[in-house]
């Protein structure tokens, strides 16, 4: 099966084996949230697993062996295997294989399970080490939703609203590795008020964000959605879009792109997740259309 969609009357989802992803989220009316996989980029909410961002040379160094590892990892380009599928739900899985051993030499289950649920879609991620020595990994959530919510709305009228103030500086992108981290923010208080110049240097990333949950919404177009996307156990926050694309990336992260300066063994690298053996992390996000 490649596809399978869930539907409750009041969202409609689309879920795909390839990369377990996301690839169409829909309100009651039909009104698509998101973004359709344009030829500006071609994908729609990849899974970001099992590093965020680059490392340095697209390589993975790892005692004393380099392996290549491209942009955001391999998840997102694999074929995950139906574990449930039901009308509100369903649950994929990816294992470790001789393929993956290739680019990275850990074993690993990822479990990703989406569930409608009102006005929201649910999306929870089960990382587990079945392996004997401790698991190092990222992983991270890429929805890309309309931007504009809605036609005829300019880019410039949207805003995204934090659950509260975000006063720290925010990190930018150095050739896809991670910056200066000393940017001073955009946000105000707990607005920020969405152009397309914002992203002209790449992704903008919070590196600790003291929210846990925004609202992306066109205030005063009370014929757009307002979308509301909350997260936990995941630890950073990223937004992007990319010229010529009308999507806006809501990302929650759990690490980040390799700093400019590290070049290490994987296992050291800054913003990893641990996970010992036999145990497992779980994560989520929802979306909420309010």
């Known amino acids: 099966m490649d596809q399978h969609t869930i539907d409750n009357g009041r969202l409609s989802a689309v879920i795909k084996a390839d990369g377990a992803e996301l690839c169409s989220l829909r309100a009651a009316d039909g009104t698509e949230l998101l973004w359709q996989a344009g030829p500006v980029w071609p994908r729609h909410a990849p899974v970001l697993f099992p590093i965020v961002g680059r490392l340095k040379d697209d390589r993975l160094h790892h005692g004393g062996v380099s392996y290549p590892m491209t942009q955001h990892g391999f998840a997102r380009d694999r074929r995950f295997t139906w574990e449930e599928h039901g009308p509100l739900g369903c649950r994929l899985s990816l294992t470790d294989d001789a393929e993956t051993r290739t680019r990275y030499p850990f074993a690993f289950r990822l479990d990703i399970a989406y569930a409608l649920e009102d006005e929201s879609l649910d999306i929870r991620y089960r990382l587990s080490n079945p392996g004997d020595v401790e698991l190092p990994a990222s992983l991270g959530a890429h929805p890309a939703f309309r931007w ?119 296992s050291q690298k800054p913003g990893l997740m641990h996970i010992p053996p036999g145990e497992v992390l779980e994560l989520g996000y929802r979306v909420t259309i309010a």
């Open 148 to 266: 504009p919510l809605a036609d005829g709305i300019p880019k410039d009228a949207h805003e995204i609203t934090f659950e509260t103030d975000e006063p720290a500086p925010v990190s930018r992108l150095d050739n896809g590795l991670l910056g200066d981290t000393g940017f001073p923010t955009p946000v105000e208080g707990r607005r920020l008020r969405l152009n397309e110049a914002l992203f002209a240097e790449d992704a903008l990333i919070l590196r600790h964000p003291a929210s846990r949950s925004v609202r992306y919404a066109a205030p005063g177009t009370p014929d757009a959605p307002v979308i509301e996307v909350s997260w936990t156990g995941f630890e950073q926050l990223g937004l992007w879009s990319k010229a010529g694309g009308d999507f806006l990336c809501i990302e929650p992260w759990r690490g980040f792109t390799s700093p400019a300066g590290f070049d290490g063994d994987f």
